[in-house]
């Protein structure tokens, strides 16, 4: 026994060993944040407030803080993580096709809601960066903060904006979407399933798709559905709209 558990100790530190190593450290650090986050968004019984996503990044940002790592160098060991937005934004569509009659006999009513609720998101940060005096550049970022990060990223790039501060913008505002969402929802009174998926798709984009999945199975795939609208229409409009508006 004695043997066999010196044994296990010594493929521990070699796995330790392992993932200590560039650029596994920064991947190992995020998963180990992530479950961190998990423990103790379970232990406040899973609150609205408590988002796992908004314990992690706090975790991570103080880590690398204390140890004095800069972001570059740890994205450049975590970017394994930011490669997966993508298939998981498409694995998306299973609770969407799992809830196709619901989603087909509302699909006009949640295209024009979609589009509106995207709208008013790009209005109200470009209103902000305006009121606040921000510098072009920075009014550019706002503009997309609704939309999920690759996408938002890219639209940034492409009017002006600052790729970089575009995706701390989306994370802010899907935490606070996903956190505090549910919340003014039920002061609002909104009780169908699909206009609660509907207006968190749109406004917290991925993380309150999350949120929404974890709540009703008829919320995730409205949510998901309108995050993916919502994405597409403001690539196709936001440009154009941008150039108009900068004239």
Known sequence: MA???????IDLQEIWVY???DPLAALTATLLAWMAGLRLAALCRWHPAANPVLFAVALLAGALLLSGVEYRGYFQGAQFVHFLLGPATVALAVPLYRQWQHVRSSALAAL????????????????????LHAAPEV????APRSVTTPV???????I??????????????GVTGATLGPTILNWA??????????????AAHGLGTARAISVNATAGAF????MGLNALATALLLPLLWQIFMR
């Open 3 to 9: 043997d066999a558990a010196a044994r296990a100790m």
């Open 19 to 21: 993932l200590a190593r």
């Open 112 to 131: 024009v809601a979609t589009i509106a609720g995207g709208g008013v998101a790009a209005a109200v940060g470009v209103g902000i960066g305006l009121l």
């Open 139 to 142: 009014t550019a970022s706002l």
């Open 152 to 158: 938002a990223m890219g639209i940034a790039a492409q």
């Open 160 to 173: 002006g904006g600052l790729p970089g501060l575009t995706a701390a913008l989306v994370l802010a505002s």
């Open 189 to 202: 009174r909104v009780k169908d399933w699909r206009a609660r998926g509907l207006a968190m798709g749109t």
């Open 223 to 226: 949510s998901g559905l309108a």
